[in-house]
């Protein structure tokens, strides 16, 4: 399957009749799930409108690079940092000779000129403009410089002459453009990702919650993102930035983030549970602060729902991975939360005063995990957590790929885990 899930190309079209097809690619190129912004030339526009390709591409178009107003929103410096490549479809004789000359008088010109990804070119010319010495001498130029040639094809042309000049096909161009990304171990899937704290309020200004800081989960959804996965993550109150690419939902509560999963959870291959959820929250919620008064106050306190055990069984087919953060005897209540919430693989980690190795975990950037399965473990030794969370995915995307959806655990009880020799790592 052709795909650039998480690729941003920059789709630069210029004079040519084929400009035309430029919107049949900006939608393929979308549907092989690439974010695509247009750059048109002055050309182009006698070929087909701006909003045309705004319209396709669900963004505005860039045409000027003397505009303020475009420059202020993403600049064409900003443009070319932002792309992971670049495809000029069609490409006019005039644009391949200014991009021979270096000119970056145009907009399009100046992407390509500061842009530091590949960048492709599908030339589109009547044959005897293809063939012509000068032409040939710029394909030459640009080819030495690295840029790349997708086509052009041999067919019928707009002129009415059959020869080499067409515009390659649309599809081919998109699998061309997909053949130049590494296909990550988790491309075409969706990842649910939780992470940090849930507040449980007391009262408007009062909650109970705990030391999670998020940085565990939100490395996680980084490294699904570069696994090539689509991620959504459903978060509790944390003070990290969304990591590029992914989708975060903001929530406070367990009962929200259960909302906000089940929301979620429409065509999601993995779900993998990072948030420390609070297992108990107040029976009562004051509307009003609470006044302090003398001697002790108890509050009642209720289970919040165990929201990996509820997705998981309203989800089987949905591969689970838990997290069990423990003071003491790790192995062993890591291996019963794995059968009692029904799901195919959790991670350990020790947490507070017994984490001395890792600083305790929370909040830390450093991190040691303990994987567990059906018929198997694997201990991943004191890392930072960005490359823990990157050994979690591929063990995760290799498990996953070999997961048969057969009940590996039943009856409540714990099989018997089989060490792996094969070092972390
Ligand atoms: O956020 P950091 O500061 O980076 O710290 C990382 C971490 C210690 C929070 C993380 O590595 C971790 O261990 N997360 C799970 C913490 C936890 O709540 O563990 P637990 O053993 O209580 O829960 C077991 C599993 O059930 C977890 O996957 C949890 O998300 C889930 N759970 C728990 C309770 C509940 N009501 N609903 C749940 O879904």
Not at 149 to 164: H, I, R, S
Not at 276 to 290: F, G, I, L, T
Not at 304 to 311: Q, R
């Amino acid at each position: 399957m052709t795909t650039l899930t998480n690729k941003r190309i920059v789709l630069g079209v210029t004079g040519s009749i084929a400009a035309y097809k430029s919107a049949e690619l900006t939608r393929r190129l979308r549907d092989a799930g690439a974010d695509v912004r247009v750059v048109m030339t002055r050309g182009a526009e006698a070929f087909i409108t701006p909003l045309t390709l705004q319209a396709v591409s669900g963004h505005p178009v860039h045409r000027h690079l003397l505009d303020t107003e475009a420059e202020a929103g993403m600049g064409h410096i900003e443009l070319a940092r932002w792309a992971d490549a670049i495809l000029v479809a069609p490409c006019s004789a005039n644009f391949l000779a200014a991009l021979a000359a270096g000119r970056a008088d145009e907009l399009l010109g100046a992407v390509c000129l500061a842009g530091d990804v590949p960048l492709a070119l599908a030339p589109a010319m009547n044959g005897k403009m293809w063939q012509d010495k000068a032409t040939a001498d710029n394909i030459r130029l640009v080819s030495s410089r690295g840029i790349l040639l997708f086509g052009p094809d041999d067919g019928e042309q707009a002129c009415g002459e059959v020869g080499t000049g067409r515009m390659r096909e649309v599809d081919e161009l998109v699998t061309n453009l997909a053949d130049l990304f590494e296909t990550g171990s988790l491309t075409g899937k969706t990842v649910l990702v939780t992470a940090g704290p849930t507040r449980e309020a007391i009262d408007p200004v009062r909650f109970i919650s705990n030391h999670s800081s998020g940085k565990m989960g939100y490395a996680i959804a980084a490294a699904a993102v570069e696994a090539g996965a689509k991620v959504l993550l459903v978060s509790g109150p944390v003070s990290l930035p969304c990591p590029d690419r992914v989708t975060r939902i903001d929530v406070e509560s367990a009962e929200q983030m259960l909302a906000a999963v089940e929301a979620g959870m429409s065509g999601v291959d993995i779900l993998i549970a990072t948030a420390a959820v609070a297992d108990y929250r107040p029976v009562q919620v004051h509307a009003e602060k609470m006044k302090k008064q003398g001697g002790h106050l108890s509050l009642e306190l209720e289970p919040t729902p165990d929201i990996l055990a509820t997705i998981k069984a309203a989800h089987p087919k949905v591969f689970s991975v838990g997290f069990a953060a423990e003071t003491t005897q790790l192995e062993e209540y890591a291996q019963r939360k794995l059968v009692q919430k029904g799901i195919e693989m959790i991670a350990a980690n020790l947490v507070g005063p017994a984490a001395t190795e890792t600083g305790g975990t929370f909040g830390s950037d450093t991190n040691a995990l303990h994987l567990f399965w059906a018929n198997g473990n694997l201990r991943l030794p004191v890392a930072s957590k960005d490359k823990l969370a990157r050994l979690l995915i591929a063990h995760v995307a290799q498990y996953y790929s070999e997961y048969q959806f057969t009940p590996r655990v039943s009856g409540g009880k714990v099989v018997k885990l089989v060490e792996r020799t094969k070092p972390a790592g």
